[in-house]
């Protein structure tokens, strides 16, 4: 199998992540956004620890920073850190992204107090690492948008500025363009939101193939 097949193998996994979370909340089952993004992670936790994806052995850790959650997401503006580690003979890499998750429906404005919360939330983001997203839930997807686009918006419909699919957002983390090496397993506690998943895969792989993209 080759590198480019393996990442769209494991971006399908963590799509069917999203989708599960995203059936759960619309059944009514996740009352808030803490719940949906907690929810997220351990479906991520539970599609990709101890299993064999795309020809490589994942693994999965859920990083808890006890206390001082809120603390920490007022600091840094991210409630969640995706950190993913590749280790394969031909390609290698360790790094990592902040996000900020909101719920706001599909063609509902935000209020401009929330917009002002979500300006800051992402620029605080970006003082950190330029590997900074936004990911807003709805009951029928998710979608994912830089944070460089939210810190200055005055558009008041979030859902639609987030352009990416969620598998389009996993793909591209796990095919490598998009993530911040400077933000590894060794230095997490640096960036501590409130929610932290580490994913690892290992294995070999043929060398790099073009293939034709669908998103």
Known sequence: MTFDDAMRAAALVAENAVETTTAKYAAGGLPAEPEISTYLIAQLDARFGG?????????????????????????????ILLHVKLDTPTQKYSKGVLIQAKRVGASEDTSSTKLAELHGQCL??????????????????????PATRFAGTTNPQIHKQCTWTSYRFFLEIFRCPVGDPRIHSGSVLDLPPPHIIHLEAKGHLTHHSEGQEVF
């Open 124 to 145: 605080r983001m970006l003082d950190h690492t330029s590997a900074s997203f936004v990911i807003n839930y709805t009951k029928s997807e998710m979608r994912v948008g």
């Open 51 to 79: 299993r064999r994806i795309g020809g490589l052995s994942w693994s999965s850790s859920i990083v808890s920073n006890g206390s001082g959650k809120a603390a920490d997401e007022k600091r840094i503006g991210a409630d």
